[in-house]
């Protein structure tokens, strides 16, 4: 029986483990983790992470094929297969700080794996990591290897929160790079192996290690290109009269644009595209192309100017201050169907509220007050780092408060600001919720999701990323 070991039980290894488990019965899955708490949860009626499908997945198969464990070198040891799929977070300190990825979790894994090993291995980067990591680790290995064979594949993650089971089940493609040599192939036909018991041939594309490596960043570069782009335009549609829906419906019809990926919102977020940019930014650097380096920063720029965009606007429509008004912020994921607040928009919009002395009142279906406390006092970077390397209780922001309900958030409240674009949002009794507001009531909907009209004959003032502005709105330009 082919064995399986996965270094890292997040939110690429869980689901993706847990799909190879269930499409191949005779294949046994072992995920392992440095932290005990997420292991705990994975063997728990809660997993750790929310993910549509993935309990169904998980309850099937564990316990059979599939076990979650802290016993990473037992597991390793054992296995034929280990895919390595741990935090590679932004660099906070030292050369390339705020750029490079730190590799410190990557490399302390490749060591261990090189001491506990006692037979050949293929060694599988699944994290995202920069060009050229699989030389550095194949340096580790084979330095320690005590004639042991170790072959390094890369086989990055494409799939997104909120559609990972579906993503994994049906995937545009699976790309697995390797060496050129006779034993590099071999590798590769073995993990070819694993993905053919349900992704058709002709969609697993076989590459050398670096164009692998390279293509995960460029594909996450591009996808938030895509973003920066139309809320380039959606600043412009303001400015103009046009609506950004329609113009991004109308630029989408194009065959060779598409329509995918081309919704205006507050701002990307989530745990990759920025960190991904930045390391692809940090790499161009070091290869000597500024130009090219400057050309994908931009995508960044535009990303944090779509965010202050969207505080300027709050506060100069709401008589230039929100000092000591209440806020309510609906939806604080980075998207809708996942609990994940990394990177969100809603943090940075949240502290620029805060800045200007606003109180919040913080509601989404799937975030915990905990973890929006959290994310509101840590340290930028610091959030991409194994959970029990975390401040434990970190000192909690009093102007926050965090309710379980819509209606809680915006009673009373000045004005709602609509971070996530959870379908529940969509249909809110939002007569009600004007009736118990402040007036003038205003509505910021930062994701396009509230039929406007509507809600300006109730009485709100609504502002939409991208739309024509309100009347009332015109006349107070937002300065980013
Ligand atoms: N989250 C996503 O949607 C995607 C993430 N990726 C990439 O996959 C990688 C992992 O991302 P996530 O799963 O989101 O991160 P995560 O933070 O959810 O999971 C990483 C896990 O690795 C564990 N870990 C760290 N060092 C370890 C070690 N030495 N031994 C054992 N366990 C260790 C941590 O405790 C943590 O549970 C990153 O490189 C990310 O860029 C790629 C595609 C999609
Ligand atoms: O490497 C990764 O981590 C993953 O990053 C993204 O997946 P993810 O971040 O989970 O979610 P997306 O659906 O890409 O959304 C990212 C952000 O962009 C925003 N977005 C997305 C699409 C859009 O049209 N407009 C927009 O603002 C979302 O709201 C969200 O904040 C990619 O889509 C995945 O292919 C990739 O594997």
Redesign the pocket.
Known sequence: MVKICC????????PTMAVIALKCPSIEVAV????VS?ITAWNSDHLP?YEPGLEDVVMQRRGKNLFFSTD?EKHVSEADIIFV????PTKTQGLGAGKAADLT??E??AR?IADVSKSNKIVVE????PVKTAEAIEKILTHNSKGIDFQILSN??????GT?IQDLFNPDRVLIGGRETPEGQKAIQALKDVYAHWVPEDQILTTNLWSAELS?LAANAFLAQRISSVNAMSALCEATGADVAQVAHAVGKDTRIGPKFLNASVGFG???FQ??ILNLVYICECNGLPEVANYWKQVIKVNDYQKNRFVNRVVSSMFNTVSGKKIAVLGFAFKKDTG?T?ETPAIDVCKGLLGDKAHLSIYDPQVTEDQIQRDLSMKKFDW?H???LQPVSPTSVKQVSVVWDAYEATKDAHGICILTEWDEFKSLDYQKIFDNMQKPAFVFDGRNIVNMDKLREIGFIVYSIGKPLDSWLKDMPAVA
Request: proline share 4%.
């Open positions: 270094i890292g039980a997040g939110y690429v290894g869980g392992v983790d440095i932290s997420r992470i990473v799929s741990v935090n590679t979790y990557w302390s894994a261990m699944k994290s995202t990591v990055p993650e494409f799939l997104a929160e990972a995960k989530g745990s990759c960190k991904d994940d990394r991409d194994p959970i029990h």
